[in-house]
């Protein structure tokens, strides 16, 4: 079973420029969530969506925006890219069809996004 | 809201040492407990969970960890530390259950030395 793909690994971005992330979920999960990752916040949670509706979403500002497709394929865009922005984003999916439901989230190797 | 502390950014130990990293939560419902640990420039890999049930849980790799309600500590240990054991562990918790959404310490690094 294929696990978590995320793409691309590693992206350099200009600031004020825009980026798209994708991520492929493990087939047969619904669920498919984004974090943050810099080492002055730690890990964050982005937003989380499910059968194409986000059902969570963290306090990030609004440059930060996400979907999810028929397939449960994801991406999430930044828009006027800032150099905080420079992180590793790292992309989840589990099988959990509802709120409340315990499984196990597997993650994905992440993207190293630079912004210069 | 829950939040979760991961007390020591950095832990070393010798090789075939006790390992011990702490984590303590706060929640006002039962909580779902998670341990994750990441090696550089990868994602992050299940370690163990707790959700319901025996509160001592052992996951791979030879790591357990046991949830104390009165204490609300869910510390991460192994008997014997291996070179291979060095890397990055997150303690997360689950707001009601949701894994969909975690919430994550800030991280232990974990040095194991020869």
């Known amino acids: 079973k294929a696990g978590v793909t995320q793409t691309p690994r590693y992206l350099i971005k200009t600031r004020g420029q825009q980026v798209t992330l994708s991520c492929s979920p493990i087939s047969g999960h619904r669920s498919v969530s984004w974090y943050q990752q810099t080492p002055g916040q730690g890990l964050q949670f982005l937003f989380e969506y499910f059968s194409e509706t986000q059902r969570n979403k963290g306090n990030f500002p609004g440059r930060f925006s996400g979907r999810q497709f028929s397939n449960s394929r994801s991406e999430m865009n930044v828009s006027t890219l800032e150099l905080g922005d420079s992180a590793l984003y790292l992309c989840?999916?589990?099988?959990?069809?509802?709120?409340?439901?315990?499984?196990?989230?597997?993650f994905g190797q992440g993207t190293r996004l630079t912004v210069v | 809201a829950q939040s979760v502390t991961q007390l020591g950014s950095h832990v070393s130990v010798s090789e075939g040492a006790l390992v011990l990293l702490r984590c303590n939560y706060s929640s006002s419902v039962p909580p779902y407990l998670f341990w994750y640990v990441q090696y550089p420039n990868q994602g992050l890999q299940l370690l163990l969970k707790y959700t319901t049930g025996a509160t001592l849980v052992k996951g791979i790799n030879g790591f357990e960890a046991e949830f104390k309600k009165s204490e609300t500590s869910f510390h991460l240990t192994k008997p014997s530390a291996h070179m291979s054991d060095a890397a990055e562990y997150f303690c997360a918790v689950s707001p009601s259950g949701n894994t969909g959404k975690l919430i994550f310490g800030q991280g232990t690094t974990l040095q194991v030395k020869p």
């Open positions: 989840a999916s589990s099988w959990a069809a509802q709120q409340g439901m315990n499984t196990e989230a597997f």
